[in-house]
């Protein structure tokens, strides 16, 4: 996960974030590019499962996608910016957290509350040993996909294999992690966090 990783040397299944991320994880784990502690994935979804994000490669010009949960990859360390990495949006990969903020995150005050995001914050440690989907969730009732799994097996735990909803949910009380609004998310992530509130204020402006 430091600066010489591609995203074109990730593994990337379309519509399949959280595995995607799990991967990356995986991947620094294994090969050691950065120290695993400063890692944490974070689940973005709230009670309606709307949660708008621009600069998606899935988008439409400036128009956000309306995800019903995405997933990002943070690195945080002490001696540099946190960095976000998610292998669907249109910035730079990765990205400064500030830069992600502004430009994909942006503002819940000019949102309806029903598109407000939370942001569940699991250690990536946490997250590869607990971490178990068996797809069920990308298949139509007919038990087709809805979108091609990827082509390795599902991702599965000895205590479970299917846990994805305990982690897209946003209950505090449930689940590993913490749960976080966007400013609070913004002010425990940044280094500069009056920066990135200027920031999101600023392309607030513009858009008013």
Request: charged share 20%; with cysteine; net charge negative.
């Amino acid at each position: 996960c430091d600066t010489t990783m591609k995203r074109e040397d990730c593994v990337y299944t379309s519509c399949y974030c959280e595995e995607n991320v799990w991967k990356l994880c995986e991947f620094v784990r294994e090969q050691q590019t950065a120290p695993l502690e400063e890692l944490s994935v974070v689940f973005i979804s709230n009670d309606n499962r709307t949660v708008p994000l621009w600069k998606q490669k899935s988008g439409c010009g400036d128009q956000p996608v309306i995800w019903d949960y995405h997933v990002i990859l943070l690195q945080a360390s002490l001696e540099s910016d946190t960095q976000v990495y998610d292998l669907d949006s249109e910035l730079s990969f990765p990205c400064s957290l500030e830069l992600y903020a502004s430009q994909a995150l942006r503002s819940d005050h000019s949102l309806r509350p029903m598109y407000h995001r939370k942001f569940r914050v699991i250690p990536a440690e946490i997250f590869l040993m607990n971490f178990a989907s068996d797809r069920s969730h990308m298949r139509n009732p007919d038990g087709t996909w809805k979108m091609p799994p990827p082509p390795y097996p599902p991702i599965r735990t000895a205590e479970s294999q299917m846990n994805l909803e305990t982690f897209i949910n946003m209950n505090p009380a449930v689940g590993w992690g913490q749960v976080f609004s966007l400013n609070h998310f913004l002010q425990r992530y940044t280094r500069k966090s009056s920066s990135s509130k200027s920031l999101i204020n600023g392309h607030l402006a513009e858009q008013q």
